[in-house]
């Protein structure tokens, strides 16, 4: 049986219509989840409600051009970056935990930088990093592929190759910035079997301040194809961290 979330609606932030399901204590730390490309906010029917017995309020959303969202021509990562924020401002969520998936997670990020007095503490399963270097040969191969997936744009594989495209490029600046997070963050690898190399995540994980990395082996949705798993390592992090100061 599918969990019935206690709100499933939209919002509107930047001028796109959001798809969003929320759960829990509405008085709850607000836990956001961020799914990755392709999938959608259902793909937390699962893990929410353990956040939400644990005091959360849960708020899972559709990204743009996903799901329940509104498609748009736009769809830069910094624009998904901006959809995270303006959700968070919208439903005035404060000392948020973010949880994302994938390119999900790549946002959460992208958000704690912008804007980390928002935010309390990351999760982020399988980030899609984008790679500090990458061979000729395999960066003319992605973008061919890509460029295949984008010739649709108001198709679902044309959104997911215009945000592939993004990320199979080297970018030394985003790498740059991990110092920059002063917020406590789990980093889960699914491991050899997943497309994000798990040496990538380990440099992640010693790149950011405050970081800790797990690797559950089972591919890259390590929260759909090992759920038990996920939530154990997810639940012990947020349950070991104090407070946020007021």
Do not use: K
Not at 38 to 63: E, K, Q, Y
Not at 163 to 171: C, E, Y
């Amino acid at each position: 049986m599918a969990f019935a979330w206690s709100t499933v609606g939209t919002v509107v932030v930047n001028g796109v219509r959001l798809g969003y399901r929320e759960c829990g204590d509405p008085a709850g730390q607000p836990a956001v989840l961020l799914h990755g490309t392709g999938s959608s906010a259902d793909t937390w029917d699962r893990f929410a409600p353990r956040l939400a017995a644990a005091g959360h309020r849960v708020v899972a959303i559709d990204l743009r051009g996903h799901a329940g969202s509104g498609r748009t021509g736009d769809y830069r990562l910094e624009s998904l970056r901006d959809d995270v924020l303006g959700l968070l401002e919208t439903l005035a969520l404060r000392d948020a935990v973010l949880i994302g998936h994938s390119v999900g997670a790549y946002a959460a990020l992208a958000a704690t930088l912008h804007s980390p007095h928002l935010i309390s503490r990351l999760v982020l399963e399988d980030l899609a990093a984008p790679p500090r270097r990458l061979h000729g040969g395999l960066l003319r191969l992605a973008a061919m592929a890509a460029t295949v997936l984008t010739t649709r744009p108001d198709h679902p594989l044309g959104v997911m190759g215009a945000i592939v495209t993004q990320l199979v490029r080297p970018d030394p600046q985003w790498w740059a910035r991990l110092a920059g997070v002063r917020q406590p963050v789990l980093v889960l690898s699914g491991g050899p079997a997943s497309w994000i190399p798990p040496r990538r995540l380990a440099d992640v994980t010693a790149t950011l301040p405050d970081a800790r990395l797990a690797t559950i082996p089972v591919g890259h949705r390590v929260h759909s194809l090992a759920p038990d798993a996920f939530q154990a390592e997810v639940m012990a992090f947020l349950g070991a961290l104090e407070p946020s100061p007021v």
